[in-house]
């Protein structure tokens, strides 16, 4: 059983940084690809980065060369490196544990990112 716990965000103004951090108890962290998402008010969850077992990462467009997830698998933890922060990148940010084996899907409660125009 994964469970997912977010940490690191807060309110910085436009152009500056965070850095979000989630960790997951449970004994097979490395067999679980890691995502975070985020969700604005009156929108859909969206996805935001994805990190394979492997290390491969993959990012939303609106994202790309601004974030970046990174994973370590001694700590069971994972993290979203913000930089160049927007207005429009406020919302709630949830970590989200992906079973490659079962499929099975953990969502930690999120952490709230507020940017400041």
């Known amino acids: 059983q994964m469970q997912p716990v977010e940490s690191g965000g807060g309110l910085v103004p436009a152009g500056g940084s965070l850095r979000l951090s989630c960790t997951a108890s449970?004994?097979?962290?490395?067999?679980?690809?890691m995502r975070w998402y985020r969700q604005a008010p009156g929108k859909q969850r969206e996805l935001v980065a994805t990190i394979s077992t492997g290390g491969m990462t993959i990012y939303a467009d609106s994202v790309q060369g601004r974030f970046t997830i990174s994973r370590d698998n001694a700590k069971k933890s994972v993290y979203l490196q913000m930089v160049n922060l927007r207005p429009a990148d406020t919302a709630v940010y949830y970590c989200n544990a992906l079973g490659q084996l079962t499929s099975r899907e953990y969502w930690g409660q999120g952490t709230q990112v507020t940017v400041s125009s």
């Open positions: 449970g004994p097979t962290f490395s067999n679980h690809i």
